[in-house]
Structures are given as structure tokens and as C-alpha cells.
């Protein structure tokens, strides 16, 4: 007999498992965006600079 | 003050190294749970907490990393989808000989010395490679788009190239390779890979560029590629047992974000040989290291344990250091030699 716990436990595990990974990911792409917008706005200006214009 | 219960030193020092890892990760496309597994475990995290939240970050790096690369054309998905099934069916065998060798009570011993024997050996090759400079190995980092030049193949790589075995496939850089050499160097990257229980990227990408004879800048991004497919799963299913700490990848990953823009930038501004000498001291580190905490664990000595942290996170400051130190440089260089005199 199936056991209907053990299934749902398991289940859940994988969506919590799912939901803690897609935070991950999230993050990263939010990261990604952010910074990238960061990049556009200064990264010019900090290149200059490094290149001791 | 505290931000997703750890105190405001912790969160920092977690961003702090998160930016050092991320350079490296940007530049070479390895170095993830290689530097933070080791960490996390001196720092008094069980291991499975460890192991899974290294692996969630790896992924979320390389997340970054690889979009990064992608918006450079340093991707090449073709190959990056034909090494995850090949590396996959490796990874499958590394580990049934993994579950073979416990059973004859060898596993433990015989995986520390292949480890210590082939990251050693990976760095020395790579380190006389570029110190001999000039022959093998000199492809340079902005050669992505360009057909990479016949001089600049390693003869690992011609060799393998030269078996003309159907169906062949065209690869970016100009290059084109027997559909059964990749499997073949996916299978073996993947069977260490497995075998080794580690990420792979320290074999794969030298593995792209010395065997299959891809660019440089085409072996790192494709080898992010291939690590956003493993990270990602290899941290689920930690997740599933309560691995994932996101206390701790959250602040990691906003440093590593920013790390891995200035690596993976940095792709195209410094001069490779000069890098790669410190990769492949990187390396050497990393092997020292390895064999200073196995021969710790073996004689119960805790403070090689320490001293085996140092040597990792020396060398990846040293190396992450270079990476900056030389892009400064480059574009200053640019900069004079493109002003009027």
C-alpha cells in the first residue's frame, strides 16, 4: 500500500527544495541586473580613472 | 546588527570573500567549492551544510558568470550541451567506482592521492606552458569571435582534432572536432568529476582548451555554462536534505555578483600568460593544500587543518590580486600607447 505520508513529505521537500533554489537564482539575477545597471552608469567613468585619464 | 541571523562582521567577511572568489570564478570558470566547501567546514559548518550551500552558490555564480560570457559571445551551448550529457555519463561511473573502491575500504586514501597527483599536475603542466609562453597555450583572451589560430592549438588538441571520425562538429573559434572526441573528453572530465566528488571545473576547463583545442574565452564560458546544469542540481538535491544555508549563499553571492563582472571583464583586457602562471601556482596551492589536511586527518592534527585554509585562500588572494593588479596595468598601457606623443 501507498504510503500517502511518506509521498506528500516527500513533495514537499522537493517544492521547499525548488523554492530555496529559485531564491538562489533570484538573487543572482537581480544581482546581474543591478550590477549590470551599475556597470552602465559608472563603469566609464571608473575606467577612465584607472586608466589615469 | 544583525541580517539574516549573523552579525554584521559575518555578513561582510562572507561578501568580502564572495568578491575573491568571484573574480576567479569570472576569469578561469572554476574555483567555487573548491575555495568555499573548505571554508565553511574550518568555520565549524557540518559538512552537508558545507558541501550544499558551496554547490548553491557555485550555482548562482555561474548564473552570473555565464550571462556574463553569453554577452561577450564566449558561449558556445552547442558544446556546452554535448559535454553535460557526456560529463553526466561520467559522473555516473566515477561514482559506482567511488561506491566499489568504499566497499573494499580503499575510497578514502585512493581519492586523496588522485586528487593531490592530478591538481598538482594540472598546475605544473599549466604553469610550464605558460612559462615556456609563446607556443602552446598562447591563445589570447580576446580571441573569442576571431578563428583561433593554428599556432596557438595545443598538439593535444590537433591530434584530436585531426581524427576526422563523422559526424564532426563545427565549434566557435573556427574549430571543428569528431562528435565521439568530445563525448569521450566529457566522459573523462566527468568520470574524475564524479570520481573526485567535485565540481570539475579546475579539469574541465583546461580540458576544453588543451584536448578539444576551443579558445580560452570559449573553455571558460562554456564551462559556466555546463556548471549552471551541475551546481544547480547538485544543490537541490542537497536542499532536499536541509544543505542549503541561505544565510550564507545570499551574502556570498552578492559579493561573488560583483567579483565575477570584474573576471569575466577582465577576460579581455589582460595578457593570459601572464595569468596563467599564477593559475597554475593556484593549483600547486591547491594540491599543497589538499595533501596538508588529508595528512592532518590521517595523524589527527587539527591545525593542519588551518594551516591547509591559509594555503587555499592565500593563493586565491594572490591569484584574484593578479587579476585586478594586470587589468589596472593593461589599461593603462592602452591608454599611453593609444595617446598622441
Given amino acids: 500500500m501507498v504510503d500517502l505520508a511518506a509521498v506528500t513529505s516527500i513533495g514537499a521537500g522537493s517544492v521547499d527544495a525548488a523554492m530555496l533554489i529559485g531564491a538562489v537564482l533570484l538573487e543572482a539575477a537581480i544581482l546581474y541586473v543591478g550590477y549590470g545597471a551599475l556597470e552602465q552608469a559608472l563603469g566609464p567613468r571608473v575606467v577612465k580613472r584607472l586608466r589615469g585619464e | 546588527m544583525e541580517i539574516l541571523g549573523l552579525g554584521l562582521g559575518m555578513v561582510l567577511l562572507f561578501v568580502g570573500f564572495g568578491v575573491l572568489i568571484g573574480v576567479l570564478f569570472g576569469f578561469f570558470g572554476m574555483g567555487g567549492s573548491f575555495l568555499v566547501t573548505p571554508a565553511l567546514l574550518v568555520m565549524g559548518y557540518p559538512t552537508r551544510v558545507a558541501v550544499g550551500s558551496g554547490l548553491a552558490f557555485v550555482f548562482g555564480t555561474s548564473v552570473i558568470a555565464t550571462l556574463k560570457h553569453r554577452d561577450?559571445?564566449?558561449?558556445?551551448?552547442?558544446?556546452?550541451?554535448?559535454?553535460?550529457?557526456?560529463?553526466?555519463?561520467?559522473?555516473?561511473?566515477?561514482?559506482?567506482?567511488?561506491?566499489?573502491?568504499?566497499?573494499?575500504?580503499?575510497?578514502?586514501?585512493?581519492?586523496?592521492?588522485?586528487y593531490v597527483v592530478l591538481l598538482g599536475g594540472i598546475g605544473a603542466f599549466v604553469t610550464y606552458e605558460a612559462l615556456k609562453g609563446g607556443g602552446d597555450g598562447g591563445i589570447d583572451h580576446d580571441t573569442a569571435d576571431a578563428e583561433a589560430d593554428v599556432d596557438d592549438i595545443p598538439d593535444i588538441a590537433k591530434k584530436i582534432q585531426s581524427y576526422r571520425v563523422p559526424p564532426m562538429i563545427s565549434l566557435r573559434g573556427g574549430v571543428s572536432v569528431s562528435l565521439w572526441m568530445i563525448l569521450g573528453v566529457a566522459f573523462a572530465t566527468g568520470l574524475l568529476s564524479g570520481f573526485l566528488g567535485v565540481g570539475g571545473g579546475f579539469i574541465r576547463m583546461p580540458a576544453l582548451f588543451y584536448l578539444i583545442g576551443v579558445p580560452v574565452p570559449i573553455a571558460v564560458g562554456t564551462d559556466l555554462?555546463?556548471?549552471?546544469?551541475?551546481?544547480?542540481?547538485?544543490?537541490?538535491?542537497?536542499?532536499?536534505?536541509?544543505?542549503?544555508?541561505?544565510?550564507?549563499?545570499?551574502?556570498?553571492?552578492?559579493?561573488?555578483?560583483?567579483?565575477?563582472?570584474?573576471?569575466s571583464a577582465a577576460t579581455s583586457i589582460v595578457d593570459e600568460e601572464e595569468i596563467k602562471v599564477y593559475f597554475g601556482l593556484m593549483l600547486l596551492g591547491g594540491a599543497l593544500a589538499v595533501a596538508v589536511r588529508e595528512v592532518g586527518n590521517v595523524y589527527n592534527i587539527d591545525v593542519l587543518n588551518t594551516v591547509s585554509l591559509v594555503l587555499i585562500l592565500g593563493s586565491a588572494l594572490l591569484v584574484s590580486g593578479a587579476v585586478v593588479y594586470s587589468s589596472i596595468t593593461a589599461l593603462r598601457e592602452e591608454s599611453r600607447s593609444s595617446s598622441p606623443a
Fill in chain 2, 225 to 263: 555554462f555546463e556548471i549552471v546544469f551541475s551546481g544547480g542540481l547538485g544543490s537541490f538535491l542537497y536542499a532536499l536534505d536541509g544543505g542549503v544555508d541561505l544565510s550564507i549563499v545570499l551574502p556570498l553571492l552578492a559579493g561573488s555578483a560583483f567579483g565575477a563582472r570584474v573576471g
Fill in chain 2, 72 to 114: 561577450m559571445g564566449q558561449v558556445d551551448y552547442k558544446l556546452g550541451v554535448l559535454m553535460i550529457a557526456g560529463t553526466t555519463a561520467g559522473i555516473e561511473v566515477g561514482k559506482e567506482i567511488v561506491i566499489h573502491l568504499e566497499s573494499l575500504g580503499m575510497a578514502g586514501s585512493i581519492i586523496s592521492v588522485t
